[in-house]
């Protein structure tokens, strides 16, 4: 019998394990990580989703997390954020100046609401800005001197943080993470669990390797998940329309890009493919992440590589992921990533969608909105 059983080995679970001991974690997978993750293809390391974690500087608490914990990671710093390549414009500015340079006009008018109203329909509405730049004030906005420090922390605070880059991507995070999580419970992998029984002071958990029983059980997987392995409507599912589908096209580069090694592309052709967003590693590999509601146009991705070529990068391109690879990697109900966006009303709402219920905890992009890693702490911290 352990204390804990962690389903799911995403960072979310990760991140429970980290603050844990006495369980054991199931991960479908051979490689945990989930969205967070790696693979290897032509012998080079890829990240399969995310590709930023922030925080990371040594007074910032992504860091002191990991540093509290014996966790020692070999990164870099890298304290520019990305920069946005205006592809009609033909600019590239930096969002983090963005940012900085239009701070002061926003802490004036935070605390009267009314102004605060028709600034944003004003200004908005004739501003010559482009949606990036919008996008950028609006997350200003909402975090200069808000009381909601969480909220600020996992906004605006993001792209001033230090962000990290490790060498072969995310596979260095998590395997100093793995180290040192075993020294206090066991993971099993390539173990899916497909039931989970709630007996009198235990829980019956039923996987493809056999029957363990522990005593509190953490759920690091999306609602439509949590109810299929329960057997009852336990959550609350969200609507469907407000969620999105990952796109990555994964490269390899031959010479050493540009000044920043994350890229925003801003193009008003791309209509089915949001903000894709492109991250270089020193092993030699591009990510391109982007999202689609429902389809995207084969055409945009050609047109995505073009944008790469005309920055005079020498590229290869290795393989694509849609929303079925990732549900088939992840398990992600339809292939949904990323839980909500960050807005008050999602934070209050996800918050009470994931307390504990029937003594389950429930950990993940969905309980939680705001940047992986970073919300998974905060969450870890607050929960168990
Ligand atoms: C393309 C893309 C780009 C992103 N970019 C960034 C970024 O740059 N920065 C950032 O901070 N965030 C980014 N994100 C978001 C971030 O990756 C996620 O928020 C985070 O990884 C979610 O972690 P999780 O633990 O909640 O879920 P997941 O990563 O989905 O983890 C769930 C885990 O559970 C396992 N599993 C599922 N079902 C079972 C089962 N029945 N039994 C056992 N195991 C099971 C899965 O295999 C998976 O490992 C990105 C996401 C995507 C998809």
Same mark, same amino acid.
């Given at each position: 019998m352990y204390k804990f059983a962690i389903v799911g080995g995403g960072f979310g679970g990760l991140v429970s394990a980290i603050k844990l001991k006495d369980f054991v974690l199931f991960e479908k #997978? *051979?490689? =945990? /990580? /989930?969205?967070?993750g790696y693979f290897i293809r032509n012998n080079l390391v890829f990240n399969s989703g995310a590709t930023t974690i922030a @925080?990371? /500087? *040594?007074?910032e608490f992504v860091y002191q997390f990991f540093e509290s914990f014996g966790i020692k990671l070999d990164f870099k710093e890298h304290k520019l954020a990305f920069d946005i390549i205006d592809v009609q414009d033909n600019k590239v500015f930096n969002f983090k100046e963005v940012i900085n340079s239009n701070e002061k006009i926003f802490e004036k008018i935070y605390y009267n609401p009314l102004a605060l109203m028709k600034f944003l329909f004003d200004f908005l509405k004739v501003s010559n800005l482009n949606e990036y730049e919008k996008h950028a004030l609006i997350i200003s906005l909402q975090s #200069? *001197? &808000?009381? @909601?420090e969480i909220f600020k922390k996992l906004s605006y605070d993001y792209y001033l943080s230090t962000w990290a880059i490790f060498k072969e991507g995310f596979k260095n995070l998590i395997e100093s993470i793995e180290q040192r999580i075993i020294s206090n419970g066991e993971i099993i992998k390539e173990c899916e669990v497909v039931k989970i029984k709630k007996l009198s002071n235990y829980f019956e958990i039923e996987t493809t390797n056999g029957i363990y029983k522990a005593k509190n059980v953490i759920l690091n997987l999306d609602p439509w998940n949590v109810n299929r392995i329960l057997g009852k409507n336990l959550l609350k599912l969200p609507k469907e329309n407000n969620l999105w589908h990952a796109l990555v096209l994964y490269l390899s580069w031959k010479v050493k890009p540009l000044k920043n090694y994350y890229y925003l592309i801003l193009d008003?052709? =791309? *209509? &089915?493919?949001?903000?894709p967003f492109v991250s270089f590693f020193e092993n030699g590999t591009i990510t391109i992440s982007a999202h689609y509601k429902n389809y995207y146009n084969e055409k945009e991705i050609d047109h995505l590589l073009n944008v790469l070529k005309s920055m005079n990068i020498e590229f290869q391109l290795i393989t694509i992921a849609n929303s079925k690879s990732f549900e088939k990697y992840t398990g992600r109900y339809k292939g949904y990533v990323g839980g909500f966006e960050m807005s008050y009303i999602n934070l209050i709402s996800s918050f009470l969608r994931g307390l504990k219920k029937d003594g389950i905890y429930f950990m993940g992009d969905y309980y939680f909105p705001g940047q992986s890693l970073a919300s998974s702490i905060i969450r870890a911290k607050w929960l168990l």
């Open positions: #997978s *051979k490689i =945990l /990580g /989930g969205c967070g @925080f990371m /500087g *040594k007074n #200069s *001197k &808000t009381p @909601f008003r052709n =791309l *209509k &089915t493919i949001h903000a």
